[in-house]
Nanobody, 115 residues
């Protein structure tokens, strides 16, 4: 199994920046892809960004050019640098990892952008 601990959410003014972190522990050698999703109330969870073990990245169109996903050298921690935040980015963000044995989710971290 893999355990995930997220941090870095909070309150920021529009135009500001936040950095989310997600540290994985346990069977981290089984991790392939790591990513961030978000889910607003009453809506489906949507992909924000993800990164493969080889460093390939995918971004939602709504965050391209503003958010940057990265992994540490040990590949057990994933970061999401969020710049130029706007009120539409306000929601709960979830870390996700894909492993040989299935997927795991973090507990979620709230990001609130004030106007």
């Amino acid at each position: 199994q893999v355990q995930l601990v997220e941090s870095g959410g909070g309150l920021v003014q529009a135009g500001g920046s936040l950095r989310l972190s997600c540290a994985a522990s346990g069977r981290i050698f089984t991790i392939n892809r790591m990513g961030w999703y978000r889910q607003a109330p009453g809506k489906q969870r949507e992909l924000v960004a993800r990164i493969s073990s080889g460093g390939s990245t995918n971004y939602a169109d709504s965050v391209k050019g503003r958010f940057i996903i990265s992994r540490d050298g040990g590949k057990s921690t994933v970061y999401l640098q969020m710049n130029s935040l706007n009120t539409e980015d306000t929601t709960v963000y979830y870390c996700n990892v894909e492993t040989w044995g299935g997927g795991y989710w973090g507990q979620g971290t709230q990001v609130t952008v004030s106007s």
